[in-house]
């Protein structure tokens, strides 16, 4: 009797659990769900019908969306910018957390501190100055203004990153490699980047998550419609007269669902890093 | 002589080391250091972003301290901090703890508590926006929210949940902790995982209630990580604002405002490049005392 009490409290005990982890879940997933749902429906059944399955359904918003919404455009420059930050970004990280790792020159330690400090201090409202700056600059509404506000903001944390994963590479494979004829440019081709082939895959997503998803920079940066990313795109189709929902909802699923993919194909290293506290966004 | 070439080749050397660098250096100065640099000058001075800069000492820093609808926006951002550090957390801890077991869909249940965290602010404000559309279409409510309680018999919590100003700021606060659990949720996860299962074991030998481990063990070897978790909230629900612009757009500001879109206002709805750049300094250095005085706090609970 006395086991049977047992085995009856641990299972309402995990019936419980499981009824809050999937009611939670549920309202992650559902809301998502409820979007993409609305992206196949009709200007006329959008407002009304609340059926899990549409009655009526529409295929036709994509298109709408990717040609008259111009979210084709907005797509592709979010892909150009994207894979512009984050490819700059590897190469210049690289080659300094090399430099902090292997090299000497003077002023070392002081400009390695000066990064750190950077990844430590929060600078809320820093869009103010920038702005300032790329006035200054003329690069107010060019692709490669934007690409560089955006490499810097992942600058320092990738520096940090690749450096701790230098360290850990041992000194004799820069001699074996110095021996076979390697300069310091070849140790960290040859060598360094593909043993931090781990490193830089945590980069490469976790980077392009942010400029995936950044909006303030781009808004205040980029003002032609012919330079938009997708986030400011959205916005824009949001704030033009009667909002067309289903093509709205068509764009905003096309905005989230290479972000939840990435995630999904990528998650170990996501979770990896995330776990050990070394990023915040 | 032998000396001099030696030292001519590691001179050589330096400057190729330093190559290295320069890249990173350069992109840092310019888009870092500088801007950090001249917006400390800029809030010194009246300008319009074109023109002539007026030197007026600590005038915008006066005219913060009296700006009611400064401190009114510093507030709404508290709020939106307050929930997330009780509501979202809590959460994220309870969610943790019944994953850090032997449970069945474990995985599945780590892979969706982190898909809100990796979309956009602007898709979830807009996905939020939709889903609490407070308007009505032949007599039936547009807004999936309003729809269910309808249906689901609760009429009279029917509510224009982010154009009512009582409703407006928390409907904000739990949309930005759906957004954010995932992030405390993991770490929390990691963290309790990294304990000892024997510590359990052993205080059930010795009659432990489950509540009585939770408080003795749990809570104390969790410590440093929920104090992680705490900062790294303060800093993200504090700047929230991308979420607030995407929900509420122009409407309803002054109950939603928060500081940075207050300092967004300043800058590009009324021109004042100064005040803005005062403006950030303040809440920057407000943002650094707070951290600061939260990792005082974890490395004093590390020590005992």
Redesign the interface.
């Known amino acids: 009797m006395k086991i049977n009490k047992y085995i009856l409290l641990g299972l309402t005990q995990s019936t419980l659990t499981h009824i809050f982890l999937l009611s939670v879940a549920l309202t992650c997933l559902f809301p998502i769900f409820w979007m993409v749902r609305c992206a196949f429906m009709t200007n006329e059944t959008v407002f009304v019908d609340k059926a899990l399955i549409p009655h009526v359904l529409n295929f036709g918003n994509f298109a709408v969306a990717w040609t008259k919404g111009n979210f084709g455009m907005y797509f592709l420059n979010s892909v150009i910018y994207t894979a512009g930050v984050v490819s700059g970004l590897v190469l210049i990280a690289s080659l300094a957390a090399f430099a902090f790792s292997r090299l000497k020159f003077p002023g070392k330690d002081f400009i390695f501190y000066m990064f750190v400090a950077a990844m430590m201090i929060p600078l809320p409202g820093s869009f103010v100055a920038l702005v300032v700056l790329m006035n200054k600059l003329h690069l107010i509404n060019t692709r490669a203004g934007y690409i560089l506000c955006m490499i810097n903001v992942g600058l320092a944390m990738s520096i940090l990153l690749l450096k701790t994963f230098f360290d850990r590479i041992p000194r004799d494979l820069d001699d074996a490699a110095r021996i076979d004829g390697c300069g310091r440019l070849g140790i960290w081709w040859h060598v360094a980047l593909p043993l931090a082939r781990p490193a830089i895959a945590v980069i490469v997503v976790f980077n392009s998550l942010i400029v995936w998803n950044e909006y303030i920079l781009a808004t205040l940066l980029l003002s032609e419609p012919q330079l938009m990313p997708l986030q400011r795109g959205l916005m824009v189709f949001q704030g033009a007269n009667s909002t067309d929902y289903p093509v709205l909802m068509a764009g905003l699923t096309m905005a989230a669902l290479p972000v939840i993919l990435i995630y999904m194909v990528m998650q170990k290293h996501i979770v990896k890093v995330l776990a050990s506290g070394e990023v915040a966004v | 002589m032998l000396a001099r070439a030696r030292a001519a080749v590691v001179a050589q050397?330096?400057?190729?080391?330093?190559l290295?660098?320069l890249?990173?250096?350069v992109?840092?100065a310019?888009?870092?250091?500088?801007?950090?640099l001249?917006?400390v000058f800029?809030s010194f001075h009246e300008w319009r972003?074109i023109g002539p800069l007026h030197f007026i000492g600590l005038q915008n820093y006066q005219e913060i301290v009296g700006d009611r609808l400064w401190w009114n926006s510093m507030a709404h951002a508290g709020y939106i901090t307050l929930i997330a550090l009780t509501f979202q957390n809590a959460?994220a801890f309870?969610?943790a703890l019944?994953?850090d077991r032997e449970?069945?869909?474990k995985r599945?249940?780590?892979?969706?508590?982190?898909?809100?965290p990796?979309?956009?602010?602007?898709?979830v404000g807009?996905?939020?926006n939709?889903?609490l559309n407070p308007?009505l279409?032949?007599g039936?409510h547009?807004g999936?929210l309003n729809?269910l309680l309808y249906?689901s018999g609760f009429p009279q919590l029917v509510n224009n949940w982010l154009g009512d100003p009582r409703t407006a700021l928390t409907t904000i606060a739990i949309v930005h902790s759906?957004k954010g659990f995932g992030?405390g949720f993991?770490?929390l996860l990691?963290g309790l995982q990294t304990i000892d299962k024997q510590l359990y074991e052993a205080a059930r030998v010795d009659g432990a209630s489950a509540w009585k481990a939770f408080v003795h063990i749990t809570v104390p070897m969790m410590l440093p990580v929920i104090l992680?978790v705490m900062i790294?909230t303060i800093?993200?629900s504090?700047?929230v604002?991308?979420l607030i612009?995407?929900m509420v757009?122009e409407g309803l500001v002054n109950h939603t405002d928060v500081?940075?879109t207050y300092?967004?206002t300043s800058?590009?709805g009324n021109g004042r490049?100064g005040y803005?750049?005062a403006?950030?300094v303040i809440?920057?250095v407000i943002?650094?005392g707070v951290?600061f005085i939260m990792k005082r706090m974890s490395d004093w609970v590390k020590r005992i």
């Not at chain 2, 310019?30 to 950090?36: D, E, M, Q």
């Not at chain 2, 599945?108 to 809100?116: A, E």
């Not at chain 2, 990796?118 to 898709?123: A, F, M």
């Open positions: 050397g330096n400057l190729t080391s330093f290295f660098v890249p990173a250096l992109i840092f310019v888009f870092y250091v500088y801007p950090f001249n917006m800029l972003g959460l309870g969610l019944a994953c449970i069945r869909m599945f249940y780590r892979l969706v508590f982190f898909i809100p990796v979309l956009s602010e602007v898709v807009l996905m939020g939709w889903i308007g279409q032949n039936q547009i999936l729809h249906s759906w992030w993991i770490m990691v992680v790294l800093l993200g504090m700047q604002f991308v612009l995407s757009n500081p940075a300092i967004l800058m590009i490049f803005a750049c403006q950030a809440f920057g943002l650094v951290s």
